[in-house]
Structures are given as C-alpha cells and as structure tokens.
C-alpha cells in the first residue's frame, strides 16, 4: 500500500487503533542496504514514558516512532491488560527523534520498527537457557495474545487490506517452539492465527525481546516499503528462511 491518489487515499480504512492523524512521517525505508542510511522520520510522535499497560524502556531520545506504530503499540497495550492487570508490555527502542542510523540496529531508521520484551518480561535478557531451548521465561500464550492484537489491525480499502504488520522476528528456536504448539492445538485453522505464524520470522539475536517491524502509512508518500522476507506460508516448513536482509540487532 503507497502511492495512494487523494481519492484512494480517503477510502483508507484503517484498523481502530491505527491514528494515521498522529505526527510522525516515515521517509524512505526502514533500513539501507549494508551500512547505507535510507529512511528518516519527520515531525515523530514519542512514545511516553509509561502508559496504561506499558512501560517505555530507554530514554526520549530513541523512541520517537510514526503515528500509526505509536498508537497502535498503546492501544494493544491497553487492551491486554485491560484483559490481564498483571500484563505490561515493555518497549525498548523505536527511533532517533529524526531517524536516521541507530546503532547497533541495522533498522530503525524511520519510525515503523520496535523492539519490545517478551510479554511477561520486565527486563533484557534471554527467554532461552544455554542449550537454546525455549524456558518458561517466555510464556507463549500471553505472546501469542499481544501479536494477534497486533497482527489484527489492517491497513487498506475494502477490496484491498492487509495486516499493518509487516513481520515480527524472533530467535529460530522461539519459531520452532510455537510451531509445535501450533501443531499439538490446531491453532492454525483459525485464519488471524495463520496470518501470525506466517509474519513471524525466525531470526537469531531475538531470545530477549522480539522487533515488530509496521508497513508504511500509505498517507506517508515518501516511505518506501521494504522488502520482507518471509517463509512461504505459515514458515513452520522445514524449508524456512533463516538469513536475509535483516540480521542480528535488526
Ligand atoms: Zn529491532
């Protein structure tokens, strides 16, 4: 979705939770190729510093995000603690206040990428144990929850909507763990379900947090859509992409 004509643009149904109003304008792509900087973000919306259901973790100067992923990071947060009190979902890193390169990340660069904890972790660390199997630290249900409240909210016309979630990495062995549980409960006849597995890419560096990369706002003209990488339907194939374009810290 982009490049939308002002008559395309105003039958943009956007998903509830998704305030396309909100400053905060991606420019270019998410991340450059190599070392390259290629996207910017214009007039960002900050994430506060807490919220009903959140924490920000980090200060001012790295969570300024587009409209649309700062609205949407606060409403499904709100809605499941709304469900769970005990639920707060931790977000550690969005953006510069302008973009631009932020490193150690190869992405983050304009506004529609942020590393989140696991949901049900307070602090940085990993949810795996020194053989790289997934612990009772990470409790896949609750996670599960908060990416279908994500995932759900879509981007588009009538005729033509997607998920605004573009992809959701975490570490191969987190995919592989929710294969298995996706297979023991049949979760995947469910159609949402199935749109969740397949958007989460497996990718090493992600034990401790996961990164939630948005597709551009198609009212941003100069946000240039990246290149996602994704498994052939649900990625719970042996055959599965393990490297890309995005890398370790992404
Ligand atoms: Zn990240």
Do not use: Y
């Not at 009903?52 to 947060?77: C, I, Q």
């Not at 206040?97 to 049900?120: C, M, T, W, Y």
């Amino acid at each position: 979705m982009r490049g939308l004509s002002a008559d395309e643009a105003s039958d943009v149904i956007p998903g509830s939770w998704l305030d396309l109003e909100l400053g905060g304008e991606s420019i270019g792509k998410a991340q450059g190729r190599g070392a390259e900087v290629s996207g910017r973000l214009e007039k960002g919306t900050l994430l506060p510093e807490k919220g009903p259901g959140f924490v920000r973790l980090g200060g001012a100067a790295v969570n300024w995000g587009a409209g649309h992923l700062v609205s949407l990071l606060m409403r499904a947060s709100e809605a499941l603690n709304q469900r769970d009190s005990r639920s707060v979902i931790h977000i550690g890193g969005i953006s510069h206040r302008e973009g631009g390169r932020f490193q150690p990340h190869k992405s983050h660069q304009n506004g529609l990428d942020a590393d989140i904890l696991f949901v049900g972790r307070s602090r940085w660390g990993s949810v795996l144990n020194s053989s790289q199997k997934v612990t009772e630290r990470f409790d896949l249900e609750k996670n599960w929850e908060f990416w279908r409240l994500l995932v759900s909210q879509r981007i588009g016309t009538d005729e033509d909507s997607e998920s605004v979630v573009a992809m959701i990495l975490v570490s191969p062995a987190i995919k592989d763990r929710l294969c298995q549980w996706a297979r023991e409960k049949n979760v995947l006849d469910d159609e949402l379900n199935r749109d969740v597995m397949r958007r989460i890419r497996p990718t090493s560096g992600h034990d401790g947090h996961f990164h939630l990369r948005l597709h551009c706002s198609p009212f941003h003209k100069k946000c240039v859509r990246t290149k996602v990488l994704l498994a052939a339907g649900d990625g719970c194939q042996k055959k599965r992409i393990r490297r890309g374009a995005v890398q370790a810290r992404s």
